[in-house]
């Protein structure tokens, strides 16, 4: 994880698919759980998707709280 990746997971619109537009923050957790088991993308949003994810179920959501403006 890098310093800055919770901040970009509020700023980071997901690019394609049924939640196309919608901040990787506010993703449904069956969405996350989803790509967890078909396989994250690679890249930049691959990495982002799998920090949330992880953060999703494990329950740290709350992670995010004091960086939502």
């Known amino acids: ?4 990746d919770l901040q970009r997971l509020l700023t980071t ?5 049924k939640h196309k ?6 993703l449904p957790g069956q969405y ?5 088991l078909d396989g994250f993308p690679k890249g930049e949003i691959g ?3 799998a ?4 953060i999703d179920h494990n329950g740290l959501s709350d992670l995010l709280t004091p960086l939502r403006k």
């Open 1 to 4: 994880m890098q310093p800055d």
């Open 47 to 49: 990495r982002l998707l």
């Open 21 to 26: 537009g919608q901040m990787i923050a506010d």
């Open 51 to 54: 920090l949330m994810q992880e």
């Open 13 to 17: 619109a997901m690019p394609y698919g």
């Open 32 to 36: 996350l759980n989803w790509f967890a």
